[in-house]
Structure formats: structure tokens, C-alpha cells
T-cell receptor, first 111, second 111 residues
């Protein structure tokens, strides 16, 4: 198994641009999580899905952030418009029974 | 909501010594407590977890203890090795899925 796959691994964009992060969970996992990690705020859960349905999006910082999971093997996290304070590492994770397996992360830099 | 505090923020030990990291949580309904290790530039990885019906769990050089009454749990690493150097995160969850992470502990093992 290839593990959780995220793309791109690095993204540099300018303020105001739309950013789309992608995630492919481990096959057979029915939970998918999006996290953001920064030095100031640590590791924060943004949103999670169960069987492709969003369960808790209380961690999504503002309306500029949106996430979708159109099928069991794909999810996106979109930021529109992006701002410099969105710069962070974004992790996707998936699980079947509690243990969450993290992807390699996307390092986002918004100039 | 749940709040997890983690101490210390940094910990330096000599190779071969033991290391202890402590966490407290606020929600008495939390019943799942995982610990993640994150090496520099890498993804978090689960190293051990414990559920509220168990007071202690061991896996080779790693152990976790849980005190439900006091609402705190600890990670114990014995016979530390340089490869144990990393950031360690504790987390707590009510439903086993929505994890609230502590701020992390930077562990340095000096050889």
C-alpha cells in the first residue's frame, strides 16, 4: 500500500490566488482528516469525513476554506482567496479504526 | 470543547536515560489517547495509544499511563537512543476520531 498520497508537496502562490490541495486516502479507510500545522498554532484539525460525508468542520478557519470528498479515494481542500497567514503545512490523514495514518503533507507558502 | 496541555515543551536527556512527557485533558468524556512522533520534516506517526479502560500500556521501550481521575496521561521512553529525537504529540478524543493535540514536546537525546 502506498499510504496516504498528497499533492502537491510544495505550493508557492501569491495572495488572492486559489489553492487546491489534494489527497488520496489509504484504500479501505472510511475516515479522512485534514489538518493544518504551524509553529504558532500547532497541529489543528480542520475537517473530517466519514464515508465521504463531512462530519465536523468546526476547525475550518473561515469561509475561504472548503473541503470536498466526492468519492472514497479522493478529497480536496480549497482556499480561495489565499492569504499569507494561510502559510502552513497541510496534512491529510485517513483511518479505519482510530489509528490515523498521515500523508507527507503539502507545504503551502502564500506570498 | 476539549483542551490538551502538554509539558515540557522541550526535553534534553542523555542517551540511555529515561524521558517522560506529560499531558492533561479537560473533557472527562475523552476515552482515547494516542501519542504521535514527528521527525523533522516528516509526517506524524502513531507510536502508542491507550483507551480509558486501561491504566497502562507498554510496547518495548515505550509506555503510556493514564489517570482518569486526574485527567492526565504520560509517555515514558526508557533507554533513550539518538533516533528517539523528535517532536512528540499527545492527543485526546471523545469518539476516537476527532483528535485534539497537545502543543508538542521537542525531545533531544544527546549521545
Amino acid at each position: 500500500d502506498a499510504g496516504v498520497i498528497q499533492s502537491p508537496r510544495h505550493e508557492v502562490t501569491e495572495m488572492g490566488q486559489e489553492v487546491t490541495l489534494r489527497c488520496k486516502p489509504i484504500s479501505g479507510h472510511d475516515y479522512l482528516f485534514w489538518y493544518r500545522q504551524t509553529m504558532m498554532r500547532g497541529l489543528e484539525l480542520l475537517i473530517y469525513f466519514n464515508n465521504n460525508v463531512p462530519i465536523d468542520d468546526s476547525g475550518m478557519p473561515e469561509d475561504r476554506f472548503s473541503a470536498k470528498m466526492p468519492n472514497a479515494s479522493f478529497s480536496t481542500l480549497k482556499i480561495q482567496p489565499s492569504e499569507p497567514r494561510d502559510s502552513a503545512v497541510y496534512f491529510c490523514a485517513s483511518s479505519r479504526q482510530n489509528e490515523q495514518f498521515f500523508g507527507p503533507g503539502t507545504r503551502l507558502t502564500v506570498l | 470543547g476539549e483542551n490538551v496541555e502538554q509539558h515540557p515543551s522541550t526535553l534534553s536527556v542523555q542517551e540511555g536515560d529515561s524521558a517522560v512527557i506529560k499531558c492533561t485533558y479537560s473533557d472527562s468524556a475523552s476515552n482515547y489517547f494516542p501519542w504521535y512522533k514527528q521527525e523533522l520534516g516528516k509526517r506524524p506517526q502513531l507510536i502508542i495509544d491507550i483507551r480509558s479502560n486501561v491504566g497502562e500500556k507498554k510496547d518495548q521501550r515505550i509506555a503510556v499511563t493514564l489517570n482518569k481521575t486526574a485527567k492526565h496521561f504520560s509517555l515514558h521512553i526508557t533507554e533513550t537512543q539518538p533516533e528517539d529525537s523528535a517532536v512528540y504529540f499527545c492527543a485526546a478524543s471523545v469518539n476516537g476520531n476527532k483528535l485534539v493535540f497537545g502543543a508538542g514536546t521537542i525531545l533531544r537525546v544527546k549521545s
